[in-house]
């Protein structure tokens, strides 16, 4: 069996639809038809069931796909890291949220970025988890941190730990709406208070709201920045409410730079998951990074 028509295949299962998995190849979508209907006519079984958006496997498709991948990403990897040079790193790839990632994630596997025979290089890139999920099982990352649970059993996902949602303000601003300090039962009177978030659909406020007040925030968002971190600054500054992690805002509560607004009996918690392509954990190095990852979250809950 050619192992150009395999990697296709393996490429569409992943992508999901022939576009995608042509600009991947970096081959005319006609191309990559031409070889699944080669592959299928060697094997005399569909692989793939034509839709209107992209392709869903066939069970023969997905056992193939189970099969051969983990195999494949073996050979890719060979091929990057080279057999002559055994003194050379290999290179993990890590995709996650920027905050969670380069607060907790990263600065845990730069101790595995050392000189002791069992290290490897690290390169990170940031994205909301649809794209970090699509990069790994397209094959740019190999290990990825997400808080949506992966469909299917391409990629195997685990629990990693979970964060708690603080409401919280500025000390200024919870002094002018009544609250210095947090309320314990019963929705506080929020509906004019500006609001900080990282999107116009206001995604942690509207979490928040949902399952604390069982209600949807009344205020629109007033400061709308993609970064978590840029919400706390403008927290702290007095620009209006947010709702953060406790991990990235604690030490600013303990600091007195901003307030708990609330405390709810049960506070909101959202989970994030550590997720690799399915059979990848044969690769020592993703397998230790996991390992890793895994213990030192630990300590993060």
Known sequence: MDLALLRTFVTVHRAG????????????????????RTLERQLGRPLFLRQARGVTPTTIGDELAHKAAPHLDALVEIAETGLDDESSLRTLHLAGPPEFTAERALPALTELTGDDGQGFALRASF????????????????????????RGALLTATPLCDEEHVLVASPVRAEQIGLEKPRRKGAPALEDVPVIEVHESLPFVSRYWASVFDSRPASPGTVIVPDLRAVLACAAAGAGLAV????????????????????????????????????TLAMPHIARAHEWLLRAAADWC
């Open 17 to 36: 639809s022939f576009t995608r998995a042509a600009a991947l190849l970096g081959l005319s979508q006609p191309a990559v038809t031409s070889q699944i």
């Open 127 to 150: 994205g909301n988890a649809e794209e970090t999920l699509e990069g790994l099982a397209a094959g740019h990352h190999d290990l990825a941190i997400c808080t949506a649970r992966p």
């Open 244 to 279: 953060l992690p406790r991990y990235l805002c604690g030490d600013a509560l303990e600091r007195g730079e901003i307030v708990a607004l609330h405390e709810p009996a049960v506070p909101p918690l959202r989970t994030y998951f550590l997720v690799v392509r399915t059979g």
